[in-house]
């Protein structure tokens, strides 16, 4: 009999804590359950997340933008066109006026552009092991929307190989490659870009004043319908033995490509181009031994007219 009542009073006991632990715990419309209530009557809590360790936890921009810029620059030889280190540095300028890469004419680096890197990526020989040629390579994730600056800075004798890569915010991509352009130390070849990171919009290049503009026109707007890396000057002397010649030429955004010509040496060549409003191109000329001469011409819209830019250029193959 007292084992009975003893087990009964302990059922008591237990029944009663859970129903009083349940009324602690359990948080009411009107008296909701904090941390700090909950500390008050002596129960333990977990510390809770602040609503912007929250915020961290779910995607944001850099998680679902996938826009980004990439650039590679290559090497090749000159006379074997046998691939070899790049002769060249790439510093780029961003809207901000921000540098990513290498300038080798003060010897130094920059890494002004958050989240952004620019290496060397060297490939081995698979069968012999032996170290290949390296590749630049710079790349901007998450990039601004603007006018971008590029410089390919010689520091030796040969040609390079440029390609630049945009991708918008769903990863589509506008890419423009530059083939086989001859450079020299100290030279400076800038490309200037519009990056509008909108879905599915193209590379806009434009003129900077680094640019060469074939000279001759008036008023000088009209000399910016065609401008060029490359060359930088009205005649150009090519090294003993090279009989080719790699024009990049930048159309202005006001041309009209239907009035585009181009003869080399009196001979149409006007195929070997490509001109669209805004855009450039590497062309290569095979030239002739001692002078050859290069015309281009096209139409273009100013303000209040129709006007024709026409350059002249010389190259000479010694």
Do not use: C
Request: hydrophobic fraction near 35%; charge should be negative.
């Amino acid at each position: 009999m007292k084992t009975k009542i003893f087990i009964g009073l302990f059922l008591l006991v237990v029944v009663s804590g859970i129903i009083y632990g349940i009324k602690v715990l359990a948080p009411t419309k009107s008296q909701p359950l904090t941390n700090q209530s909950a500390q008050n009557k002596g129960i333990p809590v977990l510390p809770m997340p602040s609503l912007k360790e929250k915020q961290t936890d779910t995607p944001n921009q850099k998680i679902t933008d996938s826009s980004g810029i990439t650039i590679r620059l290559g090497g090749i030889d000159l006379k074997t066109k046998v691939f070899r280190n790049p002769p060249a540095e790439l510093l780029l300028i961003d809207p901000r006026d921000r540098k990513l890469g290498k300038d080798p004419r003060v010897k130094k680096e920059y890494e002004e552009i958050p989240n952004s890197g620019y290496e060397s990526i060297g490939l081995e020989d698979l069968e012999t092991g032996d170290p290949g040629p390296e590749t630049k390579e710079l790349e901007v994730p998450w990039p601004l929307a603007g006018d971008y600056q590029l410089q390919v800075i010689g520091t030796d004798t040969g040609d390079y190989t440029l390609e630049i890569d945009a991708y918008d915010p769903e990863l589509n991509v506008s890419a423009r490659d530059f083939l086989n352009i001859s450079i020299t130390p100290g030279e400076i070849h800038t490309y200037g870009f519009y990056y509008p990171k909108t879905l599915g919009a193209e590379l806009e290049f434009n003129p900077l004043p680094g640019n060469f503009d074939g000279k001759g026109q008036r008023p000088s707007d009209v000399n910016k319908f065609l401008s060029y890396v490359t060359p930088t000057q009205s005649t150009t002397t090519l090294p003993a033995g090279v009989t080719s010649f790699s024009l990049v030429i930048i159309y202005d955004k006001n041309i009209i490509p239907t009035a585009f010509t181009a003869t080399l040496n009196g001979i149409d060549i006007k195929s070997l181009f490509h001109p669209t409003s805004g855009s450039a191109e590497s062309v290569t000329l095979n030239l002739e031994q001692g002078r050859n001469t290069l015309v281009l011409s096209v139409e273009g819209n100013l303000p209040n007219r129709v006007a024709r830019d026409t350059d002249r250029l010389v190259f000479i193959v010694p």
